[in-house]
């Protein structure tokens, strides 16, 4: 038995990150060599394969920075699969008939088990045991849980952070395009080097540009943005290095917003 401390835990689950991107192997079947090797009982199974799907997406979330899919998926390990895989594969081994065995203790005749537990089967006892007497357990966290509530509140405020550098990014630009004319960059111009320089892609920060400093945006469709990509000559700009930041704002806000959906969704049920 592993019998690890929880440092131990994280460790072995980013050796099993690691050696996930990589080697690009099924989590559980990294998982289940760890398993094997270090003879771990269901649940320390169920703690390394929670933790190594924790670790996993880390890494595969740190490495889509800068990367225009921001989605993260993987095929997260499942820890019961690993115990199946181990408990089927392992032999079976004989139940001891001893009385004190704790599966066959509720299997006896009523007399032998009030003998067993040392009191007169002929009389009634209305004493409470101690399971009776025991209070109530609480719903415990275990460390899986608190590294993902960890990483969460991590996400909610980076994503607050990019969402603020975007709104930062875009009033510094409406700033510039609410000067008297001639004082400032013309708006017509600004947007076409925008869309032959960053594509589609930036549609929601012109349309968001345009409201906030009262300009009219040209209407241009998916062909007229290509044409400008692929004809029109642009030269770098403080507006255009804003509208980037701007950009580079809202891909990583998505970013965040879809890391915490992912540990929304395979956040692990507190049980009793």
């Not at 001893?98 to 009634?124: H, S, T, W």
């Not at 032959?196 to 012109?206: N, P, Q, S």
């Amino acid at each position: 038995m592993a019998n690890w401390n929880e440092g131990e835990y994280v460790a072995r689950s980013k050796e099993i990150a690691q050696q996930f991107m990589v080697s690009k192997k099924p989590l559980n079947d990294i998982a289940e060599k760890y398993a094997r090797d270090n003879a771990l009982n269901p649940e320390e199974i169920r703690t390394l394969v929670r933790l190594a799907n924790v670790a996993t997406f880390r890494e595969v979330f740190d490495r889509k920075a800068g990367d225009s899919d921001r989605m993260v998926d993987f095929e997260v390990g499942e820890p019961e699969a690993v115990i199946r895989r181990i408990v089927d594969s392992a032999s079976q081994p004989q139940e001891s008939a001893n009385i004190m065995n704790d599966k066959l203790a509720f299997e006896v005749p009523d007399m032998m088990r009030e003998k067993r537990l040392g009191q007169k089967f002929d009389v009634y006892s209305d004493e409470k045991t101690a399971s009776e007497d025991a209070p109530e357990k609480l719903p415990r966290k275990d460390m899986v849980i608190l590294n993902l509530e960890k990483l969460a509140s991590d996400f909610e405020v980076e994503r607050l952070i990019e969402g603020k550098r975007w709104e930062d990014a875009i009033n510094k630009l409406a700033a510039e395009f609410k000067k008297a004319p001639g004082y400032g960059p013309n708006f017509q111009d600004f947007e076409k080097d925008a869309y032959a320089v960053f594509g589609t892609e930036i549609r929601a920060e012109i349309a968001e540009l345009a409201n906030a400093s009262k300009q009219a945006s040209v209407v241009l469709s998916d062909s007229d943005i290509q044409f400008l990509g692929e004809r029109r000559i642009t030269r770098d700009t403080p507006t255009l290095e804003l509208l980037k930041e701007a950009v580079e704002a809202r891909n990583a806000y998505a970013k965040y917003v879809g890391g915490l959906t992912w540990i929304k969704n395979n956040m692990p049920v507190i049980t009793l």
